[in-house]
């Protein structure tokens, strides 16, 4: 079972790269002109916003796991091309190359709506204004729509394993009622999700996955040792960038790392 992935070299894939090799998946990167190959895999030069480049990589695959996007970037016309039509590109060269491998997409818990009565479900219906989600809610209809064996499998926030993004968390959200939970998930659990994936478990499905506990910025901050501004009015969106994984679980799904808490008592933060 050979794997094509891209976005290889970004915070996910460097990490998960590694995670599948080890699990004895034979996986061949989607890497650009002079960036690096992780050990154990193979490599193919090319780019999702090359469509040249393309039928060579996905050419003998037996999955696709799409990791490539671009999310933190005022230059929307980039996030679109990129989430979008290169998404477009890559299920043209499978269809044509490689129409029985199942193709994996990452997504977000950005898709769900701000104002949400409930944790973010896959069947709610999604409407997002910013171009990172909505590129890539674009991105899933494109690929349920393609032909393909799919699965889409949408993350939150994604952290540990050395990658600084919990770190830079306060930089972000220092505007943030400090009660707003947020649904988190490990790197080792992206991994998780990612075999279940490949071994058919989500074969045309929406999935969220994420921990087991939501955590509010107020105690994420507590984590990193950092003081936030305190603040008691009424928190406007309760259940903005939360995710009900209860799916997931009924699929088989047990993140490794429970908590945010348990990561950094095991130093897998």
Partial sequence: MTILITGA????????????????RSCRLLLRAGKPCAAGATAVTGDILDPSTLPDAVRGVSAIVHLAAVFRTQDSDLIWRSNLDGTRNLIAAAKAEA????????????????????????????????????SKVAA???LRESGLTWSIV???FVYGDGDGHLESLPRYVGD????????TIHHRDIATAM??????????RVVNVADDAAMSIHELAGVLETRLASRSEPLPHPWHLHVDTSF???????????????ALQEGLM
Avoid: C
């Fill in 140 to 142: 899933e209809n494109a």
């Fill in 9 to 24: 070299t970004g915070l996910v894939g460097e990490r998960l790269v590694p995670r599948l090799i080890e699990a004895g």
């Fill in 248 to 262: 997931a679980r009924r699929l088989g799904f047990r993140p490794t790392v429970r908590t945010v808490h348990q």
């Fill in 99 to 134: 129409p029985e491998a199942r193709f994996i997409l990452s997504s977000t818990s950005h898709v769900y709506n701000i104002g949400n009565p409930h944790p973010g479900r896959e069947d709610d219906p999604v409407d997002p204004k910013q171009a990172y989600p909505a």
């Fill in 176 to 183: 943030w009622h400090p009660a707003q939970r947020m649904s």
């Fill in 154 to 156: 949408r993350f939150p």
């Fill in 195 to 204: 075999n279940l994936a490949l071994d058919g478990v989500f074969d045309r």
